[in-house]
């Protein structure tokens, strides 16, 4: 083993941990990787920028462009608005049902886009139909990342397996030429998530109350000096008799009471952190003598005043509460409560959040710190109050879903959104006949939409998820740095002195894996990245058909169901129907084994 193979290893495993642990955010951990390859002389300085001009990275970040025209347009909610009609269906055939649609259009369209349209709709019709989301929320986002295995542009992933495996001499695939593959993987997932559905949260009113319509959340409540609640005990407020009103901290002159006891007496300036569900927190947000929200600013930005008060019940008949979820990418994220007060956003203004785990999880992180210094993060969400004539504004935000219907829903374009369509359909069928490679008919898909104006570009610059496109940015010149020094090819030469004698199946088993392992702990995308180049070694040394190989670790990297972070649609849906890591373990665990046996076998009959 050379220095120079150490020093990529060290960068490797430093690499792996800081995403494991999320000790910086994944754009930062991208850049520091370019410079510390660049610095160390591993690999040249236009080695180092190849990722920014690499194919697979230019792919991507057309397909999302495109993926947000086609959302802005009403494209996927048309394609999935007939789902409405079938809540009349048992869970048993409407959950296989809804996973197949879902599939289907992720096989096409960014499978993160397809979910978020999803997310919407499930969670109106669960409102609407009683419906259990936590029945409904994982088996799309499985059913979602399914899909996305089924065709060349699915998924980032199968672009990245795809340009680095070219890169390195490998015959590019087809755009059709593992969906065959994909389509068993997708049957067979969507019948083994329908047994195990029994398995997740049960759907019972009192967990839809808990997980949405009658959500918790945490706000902060302060006694004014004209309150009646003064020099009453706790027990004696409505606070306490308020069955649906949880009282988490008392702040009195700075300093911090945990679960105050229900005998200790209010005073004037005091602090209460409460939880409260949406409807509590409306009744507290009229109730004289007491202000919501409020740090140093009133809700309309004015000095706090007795006038006030009387105000606050003539703005909820002008101003609503308004759900939203906090997606990767979003410009809201790292902002705390606090900075968002201040800023403000869309005419909204930030009532209270949600964290993006179960309540029991939440009220244990959000007590140990000040509710205003709590930074948002993906999967988190945010009540907001907002004036009703403004709630379209909402919907202009980049990358942060609604989660509840409202009649103020901007106009969409009929012929807009007839164009977008064929718009994709073009871009499919350039790539599919192979008229077109999948990354100049990608760009013409952008091309087309901004001359027929379908897009605008200054409304999606801050929608497109940059942390994607940083993260291929970085990790492509570490797959450079491998291959430069070797590194790859000692790797496949130790397993293949281990594996002496082993059959075919079981070294693409193993292939697939370790690829699928890893990517539970590191993005999937920097998983494809590094394992690619290892599984063509290992072909090449073996004297084997590559595509096998490289299929093993496309699938394995698509295929890590049994963590939330596995996959951003998974992050996103984790705590949306109060799901516990155990579930993802338990169901997530059943299907990735099932897939990685039955991919192992039929990946073997290639070779």
Same mark, same amino acid.
């Given at each position: 083993m050379t220095t120079e193979i150490i020093l990529v290893f060290s960068i490797l495993i430093i690499t792996i941990l800081l995403f494991a642990f999320e000790v910086f955010s994944v754009d930062k951990i991208a850049f520091l990787l370019i410079g510390t390859l660049a610095l160390t002389g591993l690999i040249s300085p236009e080695e180092a920028i190849s990722g920014f001009s690499n194919s697979a990275t230019i792919t991507v970040l057309s397909l999302m462009i495109i993926a947000l025209a086609l959302e802005d347009n009403g494209v996927i909610a048309s394609m999935a608005r007939f789902l409405k009609n079938l809540h009349v269906l048992p869970l048993v055939i409407l959950l296989p049902v809804i996973?197949? !649609?879902? /599939? +289907?259009?992720?096989?096409?369209?960014? &499978?993160?886009?397809?979910? *978020? =349209?999803?997310?919407?709709?499930?969670?109106?019709?669960?409102?609407?139909?009683?419906?259990?989301?936590?029945?409904?929320?994982?088996?799309?986002?499985?059913?979602? !990342?399914? /899909? +996305?295995?089924?065709?060349?542009?699915? &998924?980032?992933?199968?672009? *990245? =397996?795809?340009?680095?495996?070219?890169?390195?001499?490998?015959?590019?695939?087809?755009?059709?030429?593992?969906?065959?593959?994909g389509v068993i993987f997708l049957v067979v997932g969507i019948i083994v998530i329908t047994i195990a559905s029994r398995w997740l949260p049960k759907g019972s009113q009192q967990n839809l109350e808990e997980a949405y319509e009658l959500e918790k959340f945490i706000t902060v409540v302060v006694i004014n000096k004209d309150s009646e609640l003064i020099d009453q005990k706790i027990e004696d407020t409505f606070f306490f008799k308020d069955s649906e009103i949880s009282i988490l901290k008392l702040i009195r002159m700075g300093q911090v009471t945990n679960d105050p006891g229900k005998y200790i007496s209010l005073k004037e300036k005091d602090k209460l952190l409460v939880m409260c569900d949406v409807e509590s927190l409306a009744k507290l947000n009229t109730d004289k003598g007491i202000t919501v929200h409020k740090d140093q600013e009133t809700i309309a930005g004015k000095n706090e005043s007795e006038e006030n008060s009387n105000e606050d019940k003539k703005r909820l008949e002008e101003f609503g509460f308004v759900e939203l979820l906090i997606l990767p990418g979003s410009i809201l994220i790292g902002k705390t409560l606090k900075q968002l007060r201040k800023q403000r956003f869309q005419g909204a203004l930030p009532i209270a959040i949600k964290k993006r785990r179960n309540i029991r999880n939440t009220q244990a992180q959000l007590i140990r710190k000040d509710i205003k210094e709590i930074s948002l993060k993906p999967g988190d969400r945010l009540l907001v109050e907002i004036p009703k004539d403004e709630i379209g504004k909402l919907y202009e935000m980049e990358n942060v879903a609604i989660l509840r219907e409202h009649k103020t829903k901007p106009y969409q374009n009929t012929s807009k959104k007839r164009l977008s369509f064929l718009i994709l359909l073009l871009v499919i069928g350039l790539a599919a006949s192979g008229t077109l490679p999948i990354l100049l008919s990608a760009i013409t898909g952008v091309a087309l939409l901004l001359l027929t104006r379908c897009l605008v570009l200054n409304d999606v610059y801050h929608r497109i998820n940059w942390q994607v496109i940083f993260l291929l940015a970085g990790m492509i010149p570490l797959g450079v740095a491998m291959s430069n020094t070797g590194a790859d090819k000692w790797i496949s030469t130790n397993l293949l002195n281990l594996l002496s004698g082993q059959t075919n199946l079981i070294i693409i088993a193993l292939v697939f894996l370790i690829t699928m392992l890893m990517s539970s702990v590191v993005s999937n995308n920097a998983t494809a990245i590094i394992m690619t180049p290892i599984a063509i070694a290992i072909a090449t040394g073996l004297d084997l058909s590559m595509k096998p190989f490289i299929l093993s670790v496309l699938f394995g990297a698509n295929f890590s169901f049994f963590t939330p972070m596995g996959y951003q649609t998974n992050t996103l849906i984790y705590g949306m129907g109060f799901y516990k890591f155990k579930h993802f373990m338990i169901i997530g665990g059943i299907l990735s084994l099932i897939l990685w046996a039955l991919g192992s076998f039929l990946l073997a009959t290639l070779l």
């Open positions: 996973m197949l !649609i879902t /599939g +289907g259009i992720s096989a096409f369209i960014n &499978t993160t886009a397809v979910v *978020i =349209v999803f997310i919407k709709i499930i969670s109106e019709l669960s409102k609407r139909f009683n419906l259990s989301q936590s029945k409904l929320l994982m088996p799309i986002s499985f059913a979602g !990342i399914l /899909g +996305g295995s089924c065709t060349l542009m699915g &998924t980032s992933t199968n672009l *990245i =397996v795809n340009s680095v495996a070219k890169n390195l001499g490998a015959e590019p695939f087809s755009f059709f030429e593992f969906t065959l593959f």
